[in-house]
Every structure is written in structure tokens, then in C-alpha cells.
């Protein structure tokens, strides 16, 4: 292979890379960034938003979008309603938060074992191979990035320019002061939860034809989120692209020369000279330069 | 046993020391303070009790179950060397499975290497103490004097016991193995020797019930020497780090190199517990520096009550101890119950199971508990 070549392959995995470190950790990012609850149970639901992917598309015959939107859909109202019975009680607790949901993944892993059984019948990957410039891809995978980014995009419309978003952020940045304007803060953190969850599923359903779905599938992204998420920092659109991309590139650099594992290994090491260097996350260290 | 020599009726004044019992008295002030539960002569006489009955519990059941038991005590290292970092320093650390997995693996690198050289694993001993401690102190190092806190310091540790579970299950084949110890890739490394102590013939090797015997034993140690450390002048200067790190460094102490110590300590603890679970099994494999793994530690403290060494005691061997139970019932369900378990103590006992009780028992009582002190 060319020079050329090579980096033409390598940047086609940092693209893909960064469609799927953006879809695991955006969700999480919209939670622990603007509400501070550490969620363990954040691969779980991803998991759900895959199986009721999985399950709308094998059962009901939904056509791939339908079937990802309902898997967005039943992650958002697990999440509702765990954030009503449990989670609310443990805003401000962060270590508390992190146990609770701890437990609640443990629960979501055995229940989805025990109603499904040990592998759910997966789904056939989309449109096929890729390829140009002499670089072969899959087309999919293109296509989960370039959703991943116009979710990016929505959730930046979102929180910039609804009522809800405006509402969100002052609560986020001061609750009282956003009570004693007259903010509903309960709601405001109910739905900042439905929304993170609904997002996540949809990364679940997103991720659905390319993995094997089993109950443990969410455990496989759960780490690359919280290293996306911590690395990016406070702001949660900036900091989630710029980590992602930062992160996918250098990942796929280690995976590319020396393999996947590697590639996991290059990734943390990298996330840890990061947060040492700029302990406040990327984010804060380009406001503050600005 | 100074319960017995007592008086009960000026049982309510435990706090002072009669002249009856003013030597014993003086033999566990060491051990007594504010950080810890459990100072009386009634304390005591439990704790003794209890000592009693887990050094005469090989008698009344069989090896199985001694093995099982072992395993239990084994897990309470890596739940003191979180409680020390953690519950008194505030430090949180999401990676004491590193020590713990680098302790197992130097001890087994090194046992199985100079096992038949001098008969005995002395020095494999001390390796798998010191070198993760060493491993502590440089990571340490890294975070708290660059000022890493809070958060950032779960997810460096946490992503050091991930990155050392990769590279260890990468080390599968021939050009992996030190010595003739192979470490095996994921699959593990085997033929980890058991503790053996002492040199050439005289050497004695720990099996079975014996291990258990140096597993309680090593662990009462411990547990006395960290109560004497909690308490002593240096453990307040832990306990006011993790109160208010401005303050105590306006009164002069250099909190990063005490955070830093105290890391140190942990690491070397943590790497005790994972000599002893390697010796235990004669293996050790990867996953045990995972997340999952490294995560268990955290919930068992949480649990029992992180301020408290007895509460890591209590925690780590109540919920291995149940896990097993449950597994043995009914495995379809242990981990939900487990789940369940969880979320119930922290919604509601959220400072941790023996506080709570601690709390409840004074405020109905209006005597301490187990002669804390009430402040």
C-alpha cells in the first residue's frame, strides 16, 4: 500500500471511530455534563435502545429508522422512569449515583438475560461495502457518523434555542436562582434525563445491526463514553465533537500499526495524559484561551 | 476479656477507664479515637468473641467451606485499601484492582521463579507488597501533584486497571513468559505457588486450613495497625483531607504529599490482597483488574459504611458472603437481588449500613454505640 493509501485508510477508520464514540458518549454527556449523576447503567441503555431495535424490527417488521426511533423511544422511558423512582433522589450524590446505578445495570443485564435469553437473533448490517478513492468501507458506517453528527446538531438546537434548552441551562449553571425565576427545576431535570436516555437509545438502535445483540452488549461501550465525556469537559456539543475526534484519531492510529487492543490501550493512556494536562477537560482549556 | 472483670453498674461511663481495668485500658488506647467504631471494653470483648469463633470455625465445618471463607477475608484487603483512601482520605480511587491484579501477578512471576532456588516465596512476599506500592507512589506522583482531583482522579485510576487488564491478556505465548513463569494472556497465569515462608527444608507452605489461619491473622494485623494509623495524629491530618483540603493546607500540611503517602499505603495493601488471592488459587487471570471487578470494592464499602474500617469488614464479607449464598439458591436471580440490595442501602441507609446503625442506636439509646464517641 501507498503512503497515500494508508492515509486515506486510516482516515476512513477515524471517521467511523468517530461516529461511534460520539453516539456512546453523547447521552451520557447530556447527563453527567449538565446534571452530574455518574450513570454506571449507561451501556444498559444502550442495550435497551438495541433490543427493542431488534425486537420492533424482527416482531413488528419496522423498517430500520422506525425500528431505531422506538428503540430511542424505550430507552427514554426506562429512563424516565428510573430517574422518577431512584435517580432523583440522588442529585448532588455523585459516588450514590454511581452505586445506584451500578445496581440498576445489574438488574437491566440479568432481567434482559432472563427474558431473552443468552442472544437475541441480530439484525443484517445496511447497504453494503463502500468504496472510494481505492479505500473499501462500509457504507453504514458513513452513515452512523454522518447521523451521529446531526444528532450532535440537534441536541446543540436543542439546548440552544427551545424554551426547554434555555430553561435547562440556566438550571444547570444555578438552581436556585433558576427556582427563584420561576423554572420548574424538577421537570427541567426529568426531562434533561428522558432526553439523554432517548438519545442514548437511539446510539443503541444506531449500534443494533452491527454488534451480537446480548444482554451485555452496552459494557463494551461504556468506557470509551466516560473517557469521551470526561476528556471533553463542560460543554457538552464542543466537547463531546472535539474529544470523539481527538480520541477515534489516535485510536485508530495505535489499531492501525499495532492492532485493536492496542488501539483500546493507546486510547486510555491518551485520555490520561489529557486529563493530567488539562484537568478541567478540553472544553474549559479552549474558553479559557479565547 | 474486660467485660467480665466490669461492674455493669457503671457500665454507662465506658468512656472512663476504672482502675480495675485501667492497664487493659491502656493496652488498646492505640486503637481508640473519633474515626473508629467500637471503642469500649465491650468492643473489645465482642471483638475478641468474634476472633474466637473465626479462629474455631475450621473445626466445625469442612475444607470447602474453610477454602470458601478464605476467599471472603481475601476480598476485605481490597476493600481497606479502598477504605483508606477513600472513606478517610477522599480520595476516590476506581483502580485498586491495579494493586491488587500487579500484586497477584508479582507474586506469581516471582514465586515461580525462585520457589525452587530457595524453597520458599519470602522475597516473592515483599515483591508483590512493594512493587505495587512503588507502582501507587509513581501514579500518585502523576495525579495529585498535577492537581488532578475529584472525578478525574476515578477515571485515571479507572483507565489504569483497564489498561493493565489489556496488556495482560495480550501476554499469551512464548515471548511472554519471564523466567519460567508464563503469564498467560487472558487465560491467566497457573501454577502460582502457595505462600511458603522460611528457607530451603524448613520452609512451611500455607494450604488450606493453615492458610486460613495466616489470612485471619495478617488481616486482624492489619486491621489493628490501620486502626492505630486512623487514629493516631496522622490520621486526623487524613480525615481533615478529605474534610476541607484549603483549610488543612492553610494550617500547613502539604495535602499532595499526603495524599500521596496515603495512595502509597493503599497500593501496598491492595497489593497484599492480591498476593494472597494468587496464592490462594495458584492463578490469577486478566479480569480481575476489569471493571467489574473494580467496581465490587466500591459497592462493598458504600455499603458497609466508607468512614469505617469495620464497616469495609462488614460490607466486603456480609455482601461476598450473600453473593455466594444466592448464587447457591437460585443463580438466575442472585444478581438482581444483588441490585436490589444495592439501591435499597442507598436510598435508604445512605452513609452505609454500620453508621446507620451506629446513628439509630444512639439517638434511641442515648448511650454509644460499641463506646464511640458521640460527636
Known sequence: MTIGATVLDWLSIVFANLGVLILAALGLAIIFGMMGIINLAHGEFIMVGAYATAISYHELSAPLPAAILIGGVASGVLGLALERLIIRHLYERLIDSMVATWGISLILIQAALLVFGARYPGMPTPFGPLQIAGVSTSMYSVVMTMTALALLGVVYLVFQYTDYGLKARATMQNDDMARSLGVDTDHIYMGTFFFGSFITGIAGGLFAPTVSIVPTLGTGFIIEAFVTVIVGGTNVIVGTFVSALSLSAIRSLGAQLFGTLVGRVVLLVTAIVIIRLLPQGITTYLEERS | ?375
Not at chain 2, 130 to 148: C, E, K, S
Request: with cysteine; proline share 4%.
Open chain 2, 1 to 375: 476479656m474486660s467485660g467480665n472483670e466490669r461492674d455493669p453498674v457503671i457500665d454507662e461511663t465506658a468512656d472512663q477507664p476504672s482502675p480495675a481495668d485501667g492497664r487493659l485500658q491502656s493496652l488498646v488506647d492505640p486503637f481508640e479515637g473519633p474515626h473508629t467504631v467500637g471503642n469500649s471494653p465491650k468492643f473489645w470483648a465482642g471483638f475478641a468473641a468474634i476472633l474466637l469463633l473465626v479462629l474455631a470455625y475450621p473445626l466445625f465445618t469442612n475444607e470447602y467451606r474453610v477454602l470458601v471463607t478464605t476467599g471472603f477475608f481475601i476480598w476485605i484487603f481490597l476493600a481497606l485499601s479502598l477504605s483508606v483512601i477513600w472513606g478517610f482520605t477522599g480520595i476516590f480511587s476506581f483502580g485498586q484492582t491495579s494493586f491488587f491484579g500487579l500484586g497477584g501477578y508479582i507474586f506469581g512471576v516471582v514465586g515461580i521463579n525462585l520457589i525452587d532456588v530457595t524453597g520458599g516465596t519470602n522475597l516473592a512476599l515483599l515483591a508483590g507488597i512493594f512493587l505495587p506500592a512503588a507502582f501507587a507512589a509513581i501514579l500518585g506522583y502523576f495525579m495529585f501533584y498535577g492537581r488532578v482531583s475529584g472525578v478525574y482522579v476515578a477515571i485515571i485510576t479507572l483507565a489504569t486497571t483497564l489498561i493493565l487488564e489489556l496488556l495482560f491478556s495480550r501476554t499469551a505465548g512464548q515471548q511472554y513468559t519471564i523466567g519460567e513463569a508464563a503469564l498467560g494472556g487472558y487465560n491467566g497465569m497457573t501454577g502460582i505457588p502457595s505462600i511458603t515462608l522460611g528457607f530451603g527444608s524448613t520452609a512451611v507452605a500455607f494450604e488450606g486450613v493453615s492458610m486460613y489461619y495466616l489470612v485471619v491473622v495478617v488481616l486482624v494485623v492489619l486491621y489493628l495497625c490501620l486502626r492505630y494509623l486512623v487514629n493516631s495524629d496522622y490520621g486526623h491530618v487524613m480525615v481533615a483531607t478529605r474534610e476541607d483540603e484549603d483549610r488543612t493546607e492553610m494550617f500547613g500540611y502539604d495535602i499532595r504529599f499526603v495524599k500521596l503517602q496515603v495512595f502509597t499505603l493503599s497500593g501496598a495493601i491492595g497489593g497484599l490482597g492480591g498476593v494472597l488471592y494468587a496464592a490462594q488459587g495458584n492463578f490469577i487471570s486478566p479480569p480481575i483488574m476489569g471493571l467489574a471487578f473494580a467496581a465490587l470494592p466500591v459497592i462493598w464499602i458504600t455499603v458497609g459504611g466508607r468512614a469505617t474500617l469495620l464497616g469495609a469488614i462488614i460490607g466486603t464479607f456480609g455482601l461476598r458472603y450473600l453473593d455466594d449464598y444466592l448464587a447457591g439458591v437460585s443463580s438466575e436471580f442472585s444478581t438482581i437481588v444483588m441490585g436490589l440490595i444495592l439501591l435499597a442501602v442507598v436510598l435508604f441507609f445512605p452513609l452505609g449500613i454500620i453508621p446507620t446503625v451506629k446513628n439509630s442506636w444512639e439517638n434511641s439509646f442515648d448511650i454509644p454505640f460499641l463506646g464511640g464517641d458521640n460527636s
